[in-house]
Nanobody, 128 residues
């Protein structure tokens, strides 16, 4: 089992950058594929991106491509979401999630159902 705690959210202006962090408990962090999701007010939670176990494989939603970068540091049990050129439509609660599904590390998983563990979320507000 793994516990996840996100941090780094806040209120920024359009065009600014933020880096979200997600710290995982336990000694098996490197065995999990890690994903980022977000939920905007009044909308369903949506996939942002994922990074495989070693950090080599990364897969992004179209809305994140070119602006967001996911990385991980297995020595620190932490996954990051670097967000650049933020837009008001990026306003949401951002969640990190962990998947033990081996195939996700290779293929990338964008379905919430593939992730067993979730953090509590961190709020990002982007104003125009």
């Amino acid at each position: 089992q793994v516990q996840l705690v996100e941090s780094g959210g806040g209120a920024v202006q359009a065009g600014d950058s933020l880096r979200l962090s997600c710290l995982a408990s336990g000694r098996t962090f490197s065995t999990y594929t890690m994903g980022w999701f977000r939920q905007a007010p009044g909308k369903e939670r949506e996939f942002v991106g994922t990074v495989g176990r070693s950090g080599t494989y990364r897969y992004y939603a179209n809305s994140a491509k070119g602006r967001f970068t996911i990385s991980r540091d297995n020595a620190k049990n932490t996954v990051y979401l670097q967000m650049n050129s933020l837009k008001p439509e990026d306003t949401a609660v951002y969640y990190c999630a962990a998947s033990s599904n081996y195939a996700c590390s290779r293929d990338g998983c964008s379905d919430e159902a593939d992730y067993s563990y979730w953090g509590q979320g961190t709020q990002v507000i982007v104003s125009s």
